[in-house]
């Protein structure tokens, strides 16, 4: 048992001395131990699409790391009265209450993106029997959502040179410090990744093919030339035009659409905080899962055909599945950390979700 259970926590003037007893029943017990009792998995009832969570993310009834995540989030005020007063089975009720309603609470004005948060103790298979010491918040998307953003960034460029392309560099960021998802600069890498060797473009694989006896005339290569047909090459690959001093001054002074996109580009920017650790991610063998969000710059554009090749390549090796994590100890340090981390993650998909609802237009179909 550990040595801390036995503390009696104080909300407000109440005192809550079964606490102290429920928790002091806990004591860890292997995973054999408890096979009628399901799985526990803090995760939030957003709208989803079917989809299920991994098995890889679950607590596997590791009643230590639930009883020393649960004291941390007694110390850092996330347990609320109704959580402690209302029936309750067992300490994973109490921490699933108080975690669902912070992710509930963090989520609820979001529309574009329907993220997913679970708490696990390994992202290993079952048989793993040494998970670690590390409590893991793990994030996945639960919904897929399709938008076309050419018009309404060709606007912004259009009417202020170099602001579309700095507010499409500020939502590249913000996408890689968030959730897997599908954009042309995404998919112009894959195109490196899958057709060109990691070069930038085709004139390596061109030479050796060539070098083995190979005519231009057979040569079936996807070139660069084939993927910014359709695609400017400011959006493929966006750079930092406009200074931040440049577009508080537009926000200040501009009108419309440029204003409002200089506005957009500064949150995104403000958003990139130091110290925030976003969600790791990596590829996992199991089911397939979508990407957050699958954005095109038009619907003549190649995104579709690069992903779609990349998507065969990879079940092909069955990687598949991209889920992102924090890791943190499960103490009151480490958990108040993983939560502000978590915060910070929805404030920028809600920085994001405003920009994308600036230049983007719903494709209700999806993929």
């Not at 699409?49 to 590791?62: C, L, T, V």
């Not at 170099?162 to 894959?190: F, H, K, N």
């Not at 994590?325 to 910070?344: T, V």
Request: charged share 30%; net charge negative; glycine share 6%.
């Amino acid at each position: 048992m550990l040595g801390s259970v036995g503390r009696l926590h104080q909300s407000g003037r109440t005192k809550h001395p079964e606490v102290k007893a429920r928790l002091a029943k806990s004591t860890p017990a292997p995973v054999t131990a408890l096979p009628s009792q399901p799985p526990f998995s803090c995760a939030l009832p957003l709208p989803v699409i079917g989809a299920i969570i991994p098995a890889k993310y679950e607590i596997r009834h590791d009643v230590e790391k639930t009883v020393r995540t649960l004291l941390a989030f007694l110390d850092l005020g996330m347990v609320s009265e109704t959580d402690l007063v209302e029936p309750w089975q067992s300490e994973r009720e109490i921490l699933r209450r108080a975690f669902n309603r912070l992710i509930e609470q963090e989520g609820s004005d979001l529309t574009l993106f329907s993220p997913r948060i679970v708490i696990a103790d390994s992202l290993e298979g079952y048989e793993v029997s040494e998970p670690g010491e590390d409590i893991l918040f793990c994030f996945y998307s639960t919904s897929l959502k399709s938008l076309f953003i050419g018009n309404g960034a060709s606007r912004i460029e259009d009417a202020c040179p170099g602001l579309g392309e700095t507010l499409l560099y500020q939502i590249d960021r913000a996408v890689c410090a968030t959730l897997y998802c599908v954009t042309p600069s995404y998919c112009l890498d894959l195109a490196r990744y899958i057709y060109w060797q990691g070069e930038d473009d085709e004139r390596e694989v061109v030479a050796e093919r060539l070098a083995e006896g190979e005519s231009i005339e057979d040569m079936d290569v996807y070139r660069r030339s084939d993927y910014l047909a359709h695609i400017p090459e400011w959006a493929a690959e966006p750079k930092e035009k406009l200074p931040l001093d440049q577009l508080r001054e537009i926000a200040r002074s501009g009108k419309g659409l440029v204003r409002e996109a200089a506005k957009a580009a500064l949150d995104l920017a403000e958003q990139q905080v130091e110290g925030y650790q976003k969600p790791s991610f990596e590829e996992f063998i199991g089911d397939n899962v979508d990407p957050a969000l699958y954005v095109r710059w038009s619907e003549n554009d190649d995104v579709e055909r690069v992903f779609d090749d990349f998507y065969e390549y990879a079940v092909q090796g069955e990687c598949t599945e991209m889920h992102g994590y924090i890791s943190s100890q499960p103490d009151k340090d480490g958990i108040g950390k993983a939560l502000e981390d978590i915060r910070q993650f929805f404030r920028i998909l809600r920085a994001l979700e405003r920009s994308f609802c600036l230049i983007g237009e719903r494709v209700e179909e999806g993929l």
